[in-house]
């Protein structure tokens, strides 16, 4: 059943969601019409949140690809893929992406995840199969081939395919 009619029950819901945890329009947008508001209501509310400035894409964008580029670890694609999910714009995304890496640059962030793997271990593992499984794993992460065979001392990728 739409709610067409009950603009002052959606705005309690957008402020529970927002206190939850902060949202990009088109998350707010979607969570609004789930509850089944009407496309007038939602639009009212999310204008009127905007307003109030609870609902910034710019500013989610730029928290986010900090929190995930620090805390997570995450490369630069899989942060973009993230934000790309939230309904964001590719400018927003390369600005919170440059943001986020005056902070820690892409080469940090796989040095600092080798530091975790290793846990008393060397950093990069001995044998082809232990390379492999690390790069695939950085990879999942989001950072770029190139910069993990430089990080790892791996000559290209056919050393990760060779098998003796």
Do not use: C
Request: no cysteine; proline share 2%; aromatic share 8%.
């Amino acid at each position: 059943m739409i709610q067409e009619l009950k603009p002052e029950k959606a705005m309690q819901y957008g402020y529970r969601l927002l206190a939850a945890r902060q949202l990009s329009e088109k998350e707010f947008r979607t969570k609004l019409k789930g509850k089944g508001f009407g496309s007038s209501v939602v639009e009212s509310v999310v204008d009127r949140f905007r307003d109030l400035g609870y609902l910034n894409d710019a500013v989610f964008a730029r928290q986010r690809a900090r929190s995930l580029a620090e805390y997570r670890l995450w490369g630069n694609r899989r942060i973009e893929a993230s934000l790309r999910g939230k309904g964001l714009s590719r400018e927003l995304i390369g600005e919170a992406l440059t943001l986020a890496r005056e902070e820690i640059t892409e080469r940090e962030a796989i040095r600092q995840l080798l530091g975790n793997k290793g846990k008393g271990q060397g950093m990069v593992p001995e044998g082809k199969r232990g390379k492999h499984r690390l790069f695939q794993s950085l990879m999942g992460k989001g950072f770029p081939p190139g910069l993990i065979f430089e990080i790892l001392s791996i000559g290209g990728e056919e050393d990760l395919h060779d098998r003796e």
